[in-house]
């Protein structure tokens, strides 16, 4: 005996198991969404912790880092010592100084002189007034340092007439 459509949808065990597939539909998709929400809010906490674990620690890092300025103008053995456990320390809990080289990077460095040298063909730096640090790739402290640039009313030769 064939069953009609009819039939199938006055069924009460078809019916129900239409009814639990919709359910189970429904569940899933609500999980994912569930999940999906709880990543955005673990990820969100994490990076409000970090903000606020930097905002606590910067200004105190700053201070240190006006402390040791200090100790480094000094020719004191013990001052020395006492810098290179320091930053020992800081570089233990990811605060290391920026690397300071001859080419110049307005998001690591800052300028705060700036002389002209007829002798070199772009700008350099030339020597560190105060060292940068950084925390986690995050500039704390830019490296303050002096720099020499080529004269700027130089004349450019083109060489395509």
Same mark, same amino acid.
């Given at each position: 005996?064939?069953?009609?459509?009819?039939?199938?949808?006055?069924? $009460?065990?078809?019916?129900?198991?239409?009814?639990?597939?919709?359910?189970?539909?429904?569940?899933?998709?609500?999980?994912? /969404? /569930?999940?999906?929400?709880?990543?955005?809010?673990?990820?969100?906490?994490?990076?409000?912790?970090?903000?606020? /674990?930097?905002?606590?620690?910067? $200004?105190?890092?700053?201070?240190?880092?006006?402390?040791?300025? /200090?100790?480094?103008?000094?020719?004191?053995?013990?001052?020395?010592?006492?810098?290179?456990?320091?930053?020992?320390?800081?570089?233990?809990?990811?605060?290391?100084?920026? $690397?300071?080289?001859?080419?110049? %990077?307005?998001?690591?460095?800052? *300028?705060?002189? !700036?002389? !002209? %040298?007829?002798?070199?063909?772009?700008?350099?730096?030339?020597?560190?007034?105060?060292?940068?640090?950084?925390? *986690?790739?995050?500039?704390?402290?830019? *490296?303050? !340092?002096?720099?020499?640039?080529?004269?700027?009313?130089?004349?450019?030769?083109?060489? %395509?007439?």
């Amino acid at each position: 005996m064939e069953e009609t459509n009819g039939n199938k949808q006055d069924n $009460p065990e078809i019916k129900i198991l239409s009814d639990i597939q919709g359910d189970l539909k429904y569940l899933k998709d609500l999980f994912a /969404r /569930r999940l999906f929400d709880d990543k955005q809010k673990t990820q969100l906490i994490q990076e409000l912790s970090a903000a606020a /674990r930097y905002s606590v620690i910067e $200004p105190f890092l700053k201070d240190l880092f006006l402390l040791m300025d /200090r100790m480094e103008k000094t020719d004191d053995e013990t001052a020395e010592s006492v810098i290179e456990e320091l930053e020992e320390i800081l570089y233990r809990r990811n605060v290391t100084k920026i $690397p300071v080289g001859k080419d110049f %990077n307005p998001s690591i460095h800052k *300028a705060i002189r !700036v002389t !002209v %040298n007829n002798n070199i063909d772009h700008m350099q730096i030339v020597g560190v007034c105060r060292n940068g640090y950084e925390m *986690a790739g995050k500039v704390i402290r830019p *490296a303050e !340092v002096y720099l020499e640039k080529p004269e700027s009313n130089q004349t450019v030769v083109n060489n %395509n007439h």
